[in-house]
T-cell receptor, first 113, second 109 residues
Framework: DTEVTQTPKHLVMGMTNKKSLKCEQH?????MYWYKQKAKKPPELMFV???????INESVPSRFSPECPNSSLLNLHLHALQPEDSALYLC????????????FGPGTRLTVL | GQNIDQPTEMTATEGAIVQINCTYQ??????LFWYQQHAGEAPTFLSY??LDGLEEKGRFSSFLSRSKGYSYLLLKELQMKDSASYLC??????????WGAGTKLIIKP
């Protein structure tokens, strides 16, 4: 099973809303990632969790707050977002952080009004 | 700085062969990945090269020359479903994945 799942598939939220994106994998991978991708651009790394600990935070604004409740789950909490935060949010996992292949979930298409 | 170059767009004919090139200048090298991404969907892993040479996987092959900082993805017997963006990504010395901007491949009948 090489599947990473993400919910919801689509999300529309206002700038004052609080919402969460969820990601799950059952491959026993110990590294999980959040990426943001704008149209016609490559994915931009936001956060990396390794063994359930945040190992990389790529200078992401505090309105994005990641959480890793356990080795299979990764959340991204959203609060007071801006319209320019509208994008495809991708979760990925790999056996370990580093050179291992990353497997991506289907993404959440986020629109901020 | 870190840089990965790939053509922005390529067009090919159904049934033909196409080669997508990728050149990189990164601080160290720990492997090169090719991903396929259909519009609005997530990237799908295609291939991984860490040693020089050709890796073949069905209709897709990927080549690496570390001394030249060069890779290519070769797609044979093109099908309409191969229309997608193809992303080259390199793992640097800090094990960070550096992404190219992607090559949009258009397949014509």
């Amino acid at each position: 099973d090489t599947e990473v799942t993400q919910t919801p598939k689509h999300l529309v939220m206002g700038m004052t809303n609080k919402k969460s994106l969820k990601c799950e994998q059952h491959m026993g991978h110990r590294a999980m990632y959040w990426y943001k991708q704008k149209a016609k651009k490559p994915p931009e790394l936001m956060f990396v969790y390794s063994y359930e600990k945040l190992s990389i935070n790529e200078s992401v604004p505090s309105r994005f707050s990641p959480e890793c409740p356990n080795s299979s789950l990764l959340n991204l909490h959203l609060h007071a977002l801006q319209p320019e935060d509208s994008a495809l949010y991708l979760c990925a996992s790999s056996p370990a952080a580093g050179a291992d292949t990353q497997y991506f979930g289907p993404g959440t298409r986020l629109t901020v009004l | 700085g870190q840089n990965i170059d790939q053509p922005t767009e390529m067009t090919a004919t159904e049934g033909a062969i196409v080669q997508i090139n990728c050149t990189y200048q990164t601080s160290g090298f720990n492997g090169l990945f090719w991903y396929q991404q259909h519009a609005g969907e997530a990237p799908t892993f295609l291939s991984y090269n860490v040693l020089d040479g050709l890796e073949e996987k069905g209709r897709f092959s990927s080549f690496l020359s570390r001394s030249k900082g060069y890779s290519y993805l070769l797609l044979k017997e093109l099908q309409m479903k191969d229309s997608a963006s193809y992303l080259c990504a390199v793992t640097d010395s800090n094990y960070q994945l550096i992404w190219g901007a992607g090559t949009k491949l258009i397949i014509k009948p």
